[in-house]
């Protein structure tokens, strides 16, 4: 790999860790007064557009199934969600949001939208469309039903023990 490269490479792991971090505390900092976390947050929007399959639930939020239980759990307490087996396969649960759950979706939906329009406000106007592209690509590239997705994945998990194993 070329110097270049390197480098490019480098900057790109480190916005990327500093991304995601940064963007989990923005999250927590504006759930923190409300009713739910950052995974629940993330559970209801993808609720929002109709009812999910806990494996694809847990597809969609990036989360373990046994973890995704307990969130969905939560948020069936909180009467934001309700689990129903499907008639068609029992072994199957689909999780829907509930009335009450649609009503916290909305105003977590809006409070959200304003939150990165106040972001998108410090970015010259000039360069929101192209930060905004790069990034729906990048998403769609670590979709866990893309290809792309797939593939770096299996890199992950072999790369890292095996390196460690043979030291």
């Known amino acids: 790999m070329q110097m ?4 490019l490479v480098k900057r790109s792991r480190q916005s ?3 991304l ?10 504006q759930l923190m007064c409300g009713p739910v976390t ?14 999910l399959s806990m ?6 939020v990036a989360l373990h199934q046994s973890t995704l239980t307990r969130v969905v ?14 008639s068609d396969n029992q072994r199957s649960v689909e999780v829907n949001l509930t009335d009450a759950g649609k009503q916290t979706h909305a105003f977590l939906d809006s ?11 410090l970015i010259p106007r000039k360069r929101q469309n192209a930060i905004v592209d790069a990034m729906e690509e990048v998403a769609n590239l670590l979709n866990p039903n893309s290809e792309a ?8 998990r072999c790369g890292i023990s095996n390196s460690i194993d043979n030291k």
Not at 38 to 51: I, K, R, W
Not at 73 to 86: A, D, F, I, T
Not at 149 to 156: D, M, P, T
Request: glycine share 4%; net charge positive; charged share 30%.
């Open 4 to 7: 270049a490269q390197k480098a």
């Open 16 to 18: 990327f860790t500093r």
């Open 20 to 29: 995601a971090r940064f963007f989990n505390q923005l999250m927590r900092e």
């Open 38 to 51: 950052v995974q629940q947050c993330y559970t209801l929007e993808a609720l929002a557009d109709g009812p």
């Open 55 to 60: 494996k694809d639930l847990a597809a969609e």
């Open 73 to 86: 759990e939560k948020l069936e307490r909180q009467n934001l969600v309700q689990r129903s087996r499907k």
């Open 111 to 121: 409070a959200g939208s304003q939150m990165i329009s106040d972001l998108l406000d």
């Open 149 to 156: 997705f797939k593939k770096l994945l299996l890199g992950c």
